[in-house]
């Protein structure tokens, strides 16, 4: 029993490269852009989660500087 060849596989045939080869190639290249993708909503979601973390932390400080403001003995 014969199955029709793929357009990729002629392409691969044409190129002198083995079909398994170009088809690992485009697993790989079609793979990489996935990754590439979740790395950049990754670093996405780690900037959202530093800039609260910044914010966070600055409000902290607000409120220690103010409460030091008011336990501070009065200057003389």
């Not at 398994?20 to 996405?44: D, P, S």
């Not at 900037?47 to 409000?59: D, F, K, M």
């Not at 902290?60 to 003389?76: D, I, M, S, V």
Request: with cysteine; net charge positive.
């Amino acid at each position: 029993m014969r199955r029709r060849r793929s357009e990729t596989e002629y392409a691969g045939k044409e190129d002198g490269q083995s079909t398994t080869k170009l088809k690992r190639m485009m697993v790989a290249e079609e793979e990489g852009r996935q990754q590439t993708a979740l790395e950049v909503e990754g670093q996405r979601e780690c900037s959202r989660a530093n800039q609260w973390l910044i914010g966070a932390a600055r409000e902290r400080r607000r409120g220690k500087e103010a409460r030091e403001q008011c336990h501070r003995p009065p200057a003389l």
